[in-house]
């Protein structure tokens, strides 16, 4: 290695522009990544938005998990102590309770961003792990609710008596394919304050059996409640097992043709079927009997008459 003399002073060579210009880059773009994550937060008019992470977690006890986590983002609409308030309904009252709660959580309708916006399913805006949708259910369900309990599915071995009771009471509502239909705009609860009034009945093949369940027993939105003395636990069963079904039917007849039933069929034979055969007979028609378009036939000539050549 060749050492510089004493007297001589080593000169530093400037980094090529290339370099300079990557190097300013990648410092451009940390500052910008660092700033995104510090300010990329969707604003509320409270804190439901911010997901409960480990931290929330592990700085309280297991038993008090629920209470903490109703009390960030759900109380400022229900009330500390699920009195209810103006923006958001008593839940103790009617059919308000584990199964209630354990539903809007599950489903994640609840909780939502606004207090008027509509409860749909997906619309929260946060996403419970399930031990913490079962500490909050857990910690409501010690302040006094009455509504009935998360039920217990148990999956019959057929389907034909679950089909027969969702075609009877959940078909003219959710269809026959389980797709959703169109309801008048009128509230169960005019009193409540659930956001605008609901219009459809939502599907149901996207629900697993618990949420079918539930949904039967408490009656979410304008779906009538079924208690135990209309429909016993082995028929919620038997139904809860069919729902699941609709989600994955077998279509043993072919293209399914996105289950709406007569409506696609209907299309399907009119639109495609009938406009093949006009094509047909058009296509026959003028290949045998049609004059080209622009020529008129010759007019026959009397008896007797000469034509010229």
């Known amino acids: 290695m060749k050492r510089p003399r004493p007297g ?7 980094a090529p522009p290339l370099v300079r210009a990557a190097t300013s880059a990648a410092f451009a773009g940390l500052f910008l990544c660092v700033g995104a994550a510090c300010t990329n ?3 509320g008019p409270y804190h439901a938005a911010i997901s409960p992470g480990p931290t929330a977690e592990s700085a309280v006890p297991s038993a008090d998990v629920g209470r903490v986590l109703f009390l960030r983002d759900c109380a400022w609409c229900h009330g500390a102590s699920i009195e209810g308030t103006p923006r958001g309904p008593d839940l103790r009252s009617d059919t308000k309770g ?3 709660v354990d539903f809007v959580l599950r489903t994640r309708r609840m909780p939502l961003r606004r207090p008027d916006d509509p409860m ?8 419970y792990s399930d031990a913490d949708r079962r500490a909050i259910v857990a910690y409501l369900a010690t302040l006094g609710q009455q509504g009935p309990p998360i039920p217990k599915v148990a999956k019959p071995p057929g389907l034909a008596h679950g089909a027969e009771l969702y075609l009877a009471n959940c078909a003219a509502c959710h269809s026959a394919t389980g797709i959703g239909g169109t309801l008048s705009a009128a509230q169960k609860d005019p009193g409540a304050a659930s956001g605008p ?5 939502p599907p149901v093949t996207s629900s697993n059996g ?3 369940a539930e949904a039967i027993r408490v009656g979410p939105g304008t779906m009538p409640v079924f208690g135990p003395e209309t429909l016993s636990d082995d028929d919620v069963g038997a139904i809860a097992a069919y729902v699941e ?6 279509d043993p007849g072919g293209l399914a043709a996105g289950h709406i ?15 093949m055969l006009l094509a047909v007979c058009r296509w026959i028609g003028t290949r045998t009997g049609e004059e080209p378009a622009g020529e008129a036939p010759a007019a026959d000539a009397p008896a007797g008459a000469e034509v010229d050549a």
Do not use: N
């Open 8 to 14: 001589m002073r080593r000169v530093t060579r400037p």
């Open 41 to 43: 937060r969707p604003p």
């Open 98 to 100: 584990p199964a209630d």
């Open 120 to 127: 749909r399913r997906g619309s929260a805006t946060t996403k």
């Open 197 to 201: 009034p609901e219009t459809f009945a």
């Open 210 to 212: 618990i949420e079918v």
């Open 245 to 250: 079904y609709l989600g994955h039917p077998a």
């Open 261 to 275: 039933g007569p409506v696609s069929e209907g299309a399907v034979g009119w639109i495609i079927g009938l406009g």
